[in-house]
């Protein structure tokens, strides 16, 4: 999972995974403590199999398996709806918000309303200086969705009342939510087929004089 991986590699004080989908977040556990079993051994012994560094070696000074186990200790994940109010999301709270395959579905769910609450949500709660990396599905893939699955009619009536597109999201979130600055990060390394969407960061603005 990426949360794990950001988690260990860069030594996290405290990571949130939420999903409302339980099968989701059932599965995310189960990974957890797989990580947790996997770091634990190769902390205990100098030998490791090949994809225990190459999944989760960081490149910091501070870096050893060790440190890895201790991070995963501070990682949790909560079934909810996350444009909905949720422990842990208070104002400034969280240095970066990761929403990765996921603003499609908000989007065809809850419309552009709920889209919107997605990105006045994060950037409440990220502190000044904060990254948002996002991830949007091309609009191609809200059709192709309605085709592929036995989607409500409540959802397909939705889509079809949609006014912003996912090109519009990075002027909406530069000019109307308030972010400063948005980088293109390209697709990422490794990327699978019907996962090589490019990355966007975002990062909100510093406040002067703090």
């Known amino acids: 999972l990426v949360t794990l991986r950001v988690a260990v590699r860069f030594l996290c004080k405290s990571m949130l995974g939420v999903d409302i989908d339980k099968v989701l977040i059932r599965k995310a556990v189960r990974g957890l403590c797989s990580a ?4 634990a051994a190769w902390a205990k012994s100098s ?10 070696s960081g490149s910091s000074s501070l870096w050893s398996p060790s440190a890895g186990l201790s991070a995963l200790r501070h990682v949790h994940f909560t079934c909810a709806n996350f444009i909905e109010t949720i422990e ?16 499609k579905w908000i989007h065809m ?9 997605l990105f006045d949500k994060v950037f409440d709660i990220l502190s000044p200086g904060g990254i948002f990396i996002l991830e949007p599905q091309p609009w191609k893939s809200y059709k192709q969705a309605i085709r ?5 009619a409540e959802v397909r009536t939705t889509l079809s009342q949609l006014k912003i597109k996912p090109q519009q999201f990075q002027n909406i979130l530069i000019e109307e939510v308030g972010f400063s600055q948005a980088e293109q990060l390209g697709l990422p390394n490794g990327s699978t087929q019907g996962f090589d969407r490019p990355l966007i960061l975002f ?4 406040v002067p004089g703090k």
């Open 148 to 152: 592929k699955q036995d989607m409500p």
């Open 203 to 206: 990062r909100k603005f510093v």
């Open 88 to 103: 842990g999301s208070k104002p400034n709270s969280a240095d970066a918000v990761l929403c990765l395959s996921v603003s």
């Open 47 to 56: 030998n490791c199999h090949p994809n225990s560094k190459l999944n989760w």
């Open 36 to 39: 947790r079993e996997e770091l």
């Open 109 to 117: 769910n809850w419309g552009d309303a709920g889209l919107r609450r």
